[in-house]
């Protein structure tokens, strides 16, 4: 068991225990391994930590990255637990006494199908305690099909009952909720999004773009930072960036599309099998993931972003490319409807010949019309998607399910 503990966090937590506001989040990961899930619990306990009116304790199991990542959770009390295998369903018998040991008055557990939602809830029963769930996009469509069977009987078992019994449910969208509701669960849902934090405009980064050894000429590029995952739909984008070649050459001529990401089954070799079978070798990169400065680098030296996504809970992907004031060229599926409303997205279908017509549309853009559909983005994440936004509406939800408040608008019945 891995245990982080600064000074001033431990402190605060006595106090705050002291007057029953200790939250405790019930995480599957901590690390770059849960993709995008394991930043906004980070950013969501820190903040809400930071505002002095809640002592946050974090309890996960760890993994390969876990031990490199924890100390981005600075200055949160953090306890790792060894999971049994197989590790994604995060089983450690350590479990309840993490529990007991930290006398939560509200459990806040991320992510379904785990061994965190059973002991979650079964701790909270036992001691009467209120628990939210925050679904993280489990529900939907997509996320349902993988691995049915199994979740088919663990919903049976388990979750179902687990989300009915939930103080209240956590949707990042409205399009969630309305996932959660067909799903048969009519527990109260909050609707909260995720956050971002704006980069220091000031503040340049040092390393160079990681394509900028291979972009003699200068094109623009067209930036994807995701992971490498079929449901991420870039077999979808490499179909419409061959389609836009073979009709507009001299559009994908003055472009080139990076896909930077976690390889996920194998399918980056599926890719590149489809890069070669157009033969946009020339116009397409593969990169690993990257992080840190590298990922600034790569975010400050883009054109623009694409995030061509069959179903995403909510994209902190995007909210980075606006809060970097880049254009984004995205899917309807990604459920950020905003973006298209004001003027910082173009939003098209998940399917091969609308995103051809998209990524027209976004290189017909000058580069003045593009920075200036980049800054409506960053002014769409100063006004609703900065993490003390956020931080604001749990601090809410949580009063309101421990009695304290009346219930927030956030909060459908």
């Excluded at 993994?63 to 590790?87: G, I, K, N, T, Y």
């Excluded at 490498?228 to 472009?255: A, D, M, N, S």
């Excluded at 079978?277 to 600034?296: T, V």
Aim: proline share 6%; aromatic share 8%; net charge positive.
């Amino acid at each position: 068991m891995i245990k982080l503990t600064a000074a001033n966090a431990e402190n605060e937590s006595r106090t705050m225990t002291k007057t029953g506001n200790t939250i405790v989040f019930l995480a599957p990961t901590i690390s770059r391994q849960g993709g995008g899930l394991a930043d906004p619990v980070r950013r969501t306990a820190q903040v809400l930590a930071a505002n002095g009116h809640w002592s946050i304790q974090v309890i996960s199991v760890e993994d390969r990255f876990s031990r490199e990542d924890v100390a981005r959770w600075q200055p949160l009390q953090l306890d790792l637990l060894r999971p049994w295998p197989p590790r994604s369903f995060a089983y450690s018998p350590k479990w309840r006494r993490r529990l007991n040991q930290a006398a939560g008055d509200v459990l806040h557990v991320h992510g379904l199908w785990t061994y965190l939602s059973v002991i979650g809830s079964s701790w909270a029963r036992q001691h009467g305690k209120p628990y939210v769930v925050s679904v993280h996009g489990m529900l939907n469509e997509h996320a349902l099909r993988r691995s049915a069977w199994k979740k088919r009987l663990f919903a049976g078992l388990f979750q179902r009952g687990i989300l009915r019994r939930a103080a209240c449910l956590h949707a990042l969208t409205s399009f969630e909720a309305d996932a959660i509701r067909a799903y048969g669960i009519m527990s109260p849902i909050c609707v909260i999004p995720n956050g971002v934090d704006l980069p220091e405009a000031a503040v340049m980064p040092a390393e160079l773009p990681p394509w900028s050894d291979r972009n003699p000429e200068g094109r623009a590029v067209l930036l994807y930072l995701s992971r490498l995952h079929p449901i991420k739909g870039v077999v979808e984008l490499i179909v419409g960036w061959h389609q836009l070649k073979r009709r507009r050459p001299e559009l994908t001529g003055r472009w080139l599309l990076a896909l930077a990401g976690f390889d996920e089954f194998n399918h980056r070799y599926e890719l590149e099998q489809l890069v070669k079978k157009f033969q946009l070798q020339e116009d397409i990169l593969f990169h690993g993931p990257i992080f840190g400065m590298a990922k600034q680098a790569a975010l400050t030296s883009a054109s623009a972003y694409v995030l061509p996504s069959l179903s995403e809970g909510m994209p902190i992907a995007i909210l980075e490319a606006w809060s970097h004031g880049l254009a984004v060229l995205c899917t309807t599926t990604c459920h950020l409807p905003e973006g298209a409303v004001h003027g910082a997205a173009i939003e098209v279908e998940p399917k091969p010949g609308p995103l051809s017509e998209g990524l027209e549309k976004l290189m017909m853009l000058t580069q003045q019309e593009r920075e200036a559909m980049g800054q409506r983005g960053r002014r769409l994440v100063e006004q609703r998607f900065l993490w003390k936004h956020v931080a604001e509406r749990w601090d809410s939800v949580y009063r309101w399910i421990m009695g304290r408040g009346d219930r927030p608008e956030c909060v459908q019945l």
